[in-house]
């Protein structure tokens, strides 16, 4: 399955903004998870949110939970994430991604992700 993800700019701080994953070549159902990722200049890549592809369990960083919502829409094929309140400390380049593994197992854990979308920068600034 490609990814391309999509949605990113640049917003000032308390401003939502919503990040789409659309996949191409397979379905979204084909991958037992699938995932946001964001990563920061000079950081390692961190999970964000994920989602299981069989139903509708959720996962956060504990940092963001409240804030974000990840949700998927199987039909179109396209996983979304609802970014609402963005701080200066969200700005990064985010990645969606495709785990086959389970999302309690996959976990935010960057090895256990085979697949990824090119990233859509998000700049949050004054």
């Known amino acids: 399955v490609q990814l391309v993800d999509s949605g990113g700019g640049s917003v000032q701080p308390g401003d939502p903004l919503t990040l789409s994953c659309t996949a191409s070549?397979?379905?979204?159902?084909?991958?037992?998870?699938m995932g946001w990722f964001g990563q920061a200049p000079g950081k390692d890549r961190e999970g964000v949110a994920r989602?299981?592809?069989?139903?509708?369990?959720?996962y956060y960083a504990n940092s963001l939970k409240g804030r974000f919502a990840i949700s998927q829409d199987l039909s179109r094929n396209i996983m979304t994430l609802q970014m609402n309140g963005l701080k200066p400390d969200d700005t990064a380049m985010y990645y969606c991604?495709?785990?086959?593994?389970?999302?309690?197992?996959?976990?935010?854990?960057?090895?256990?992700?085979?697949?990824w979308g090119q990233g859509t920068q998000v700049t949050v600034s004054s």
């Open positions: 991604a495709t785990s086959t593994r389970g999302c309690t197992y996959a976990g935010f854990v960057t090895g256990n992700w085979n697949n």
């Open positions: 070549g397979d379905t979204i159902g084909s991958s037992n998870c």
């Open positions: 989602i299981l592809t069989a139903g509708t369990t959720t």
